[in-house]
Nanobody
Framework: QVQLVESGGGLVHPGESLRLSCVAAGSIGTADAMGWYRQAPGKQRELVAR???????NYADSVKGRFTISRHNTKNMVYLQMNSLKPEDTAVYYC?????WGQGTQVTVSS
């Protein structure tokens, strides 16, 4: 049974950075794709970034140039480096892989 565990969220000021991590515990094999989604209060969950097993990435337009997704296939981990954070990035961020969701980690950007 695969379990995804996120870490790295927190409270930061606008312009600062955070790095989210997600480990797929109990996984079997390399996930075809791993991704980060987010859900702000009152809004639908949306894709932030996605990376395939061969390293192909895609990003939401709102985060292009600021966020970078990466993965470590051997460790079954995926990361999200978030720079130049804005208040509108405030949301619960979820890891997605192996058709599973993590429990989410809160990111709050506020002055």
């Amino acid at each position: 049974q695969v379990q995804l565990v996120e870490s790295g969220g927190g409270l930061v000021h606008p312009g600062e950075s955070l790095r989210l991590s997600c480990v797929a515990a109990g996984s079997i094999g390399t996930a075809d794709a791993m991704g980060w989604y987010r859900q702000a209060p009152g809004k639908q969950r949306e894709l932030v970034a996605r990376i395939t097993s061969d390293g192909t990435t895609n990003y939401a337009d709102s985060v292009k140039g600021r966020f970078t997704i990466s993965r470590h296939n051997t460790k079954n981990m995926v990361y999200l480096q978030m720079n130049s954070l804005k208040p509108e990035d405030t949301a619960v961020y979820y890891c997605y892989a192996y058709s599973k969701w993590g429990q989410g980690t809160q990111v709050t950007v506020s002055s």
